[in-house]
């Protein structure tokens, strides 16, 4: 088994920074997501994707776009360019190796999963780590910053020890996602 650097372009022509873990064999690959405001490096994303790779499963963990290692501005994101994001992982994925049939996510990044399968024919199961049930749920971790990003249309948020600016579109973009029909569809 081996680590190695998988960069891709997201639809956007920005490189998103992976990590793959890489079966000598592998049997099958999968995608990991990782919540709201992690990196690929995150604990749990790395311990995960090894104990798959150690079972012959590859796993692609990545920084969504803003995040980590990867290119773009993280203000401007929201939970729909996180959906694109996993596409365009699943896209490289096929286009180098093999397309992904397992998506793994963490917090949001698992809600993310959930509504990304309905357009990755190749995925037979989704596995969600403490994702909630509707993307809007990620806004109680404004706190009293929410009324003030809705009023002046953006405010910097201390999440995890860390400064990130969100901006009213993103309150707006997980507001008005719902994961009803996403569920319904993936049978």
Same mark, same amino acid.
């Given at each position: 088994?081996?680590?190695?650097?998988?960069?891709?372009?997201?639809? &956007?022509?920005?490189?998103?920074?992976? &990590?793959?873990?890489?079966?000598?064999?592998?049997?099958?690959?999968?995608?990991?997501?990782?919540?709201?405001?992690?990196?690929?490096?995150?604990?749990?994303? #790395?311990?995960?994707? &090894?104990?798959?790779?150690?079972?012959?499963?590859?796993?692609?963990?990545?920084?969504?776009?803003?995040?980590?290692?990867?290119?773009?501005?993280?203000? #401007?994101?929201?939970?729909?360019?996180?959906?694109?994001?996993?596409?365009?992982?699943?896209?490289?994925?096929?286009?180098?190796?093999?397309?992904?049939?397992?998506?793994?996510?963490?917090?949001?990044?698992?809600?993310?999963?959930?509504?990304?399968?309905?357009?990755?024919? #190749?995925?037979?199961?989704?596995?969600?780590?403490?994702?909630?049930?509707?993307?809007?749920?990620?806004?109680?971790?404004?706190?009293?910053?929410?009324?003030?990003?809705?009023?002046?249309?953006?405010?910097?948020?201390?999440?995890?020890?860390? #400064?990130?600016?969100?901006?009213?579109?993103?309150?707006?973009?997980? &507001?008005?996602?719902?994961?009803?029909?996403?569920?319904?569809?993936?049978?």
């Amino acid at each position: 088994m081996k680590t190695e650097k998988f960069n891709f372009q997201n639809n &956007r022509g920005e490189t998103l920074s992976g &990590r793959l873990e890489l079966p000598d064999h592998p049997t099958a690959f999968a995608i990991f997501a990782h919540c709201f405001t992690c990196s690929k490096n995150v604990k749990a994303a #790395s311990r995960i994707s &090894r104990a798959l790779a150690e079972r012959g499963i590859a796993v692609l963990r990545f920084d969504f776009t803003g995040l980590g290692n990867s290119e773009g501005d993280f203000s #401007s994101t929201n939970y729909s360019s996180n959906l694109s994001d996993i596409e365009s992982a699943a896209n490289a994925l096929a286009d180098q190796f093999q397309a992904p049939s397992l998506l793994i996510g963490h917090s949001l990044g698992g809600t993310a999963c959930l509504a990304a399968a309905v357009h990755l024919e #190749s995925v037979n199961a989704v596995c969600t780590i403490g994702s909630p049930a509707q993307p809007e749920h990620v806004t109680k971790l404004l706190g009293d910053n929410l009324a003030a990003i809705e009023n002046d249309g953006a405010v910097e948020v201390r999440l995890g020890g860390r #400064s990130f600016k969100i901006q009213k579109q993103f309150v707006d973009n997980v &507001r008005n996602a719902s994961l009803e029909e996403n569920m319904a569809s993936l049978g």
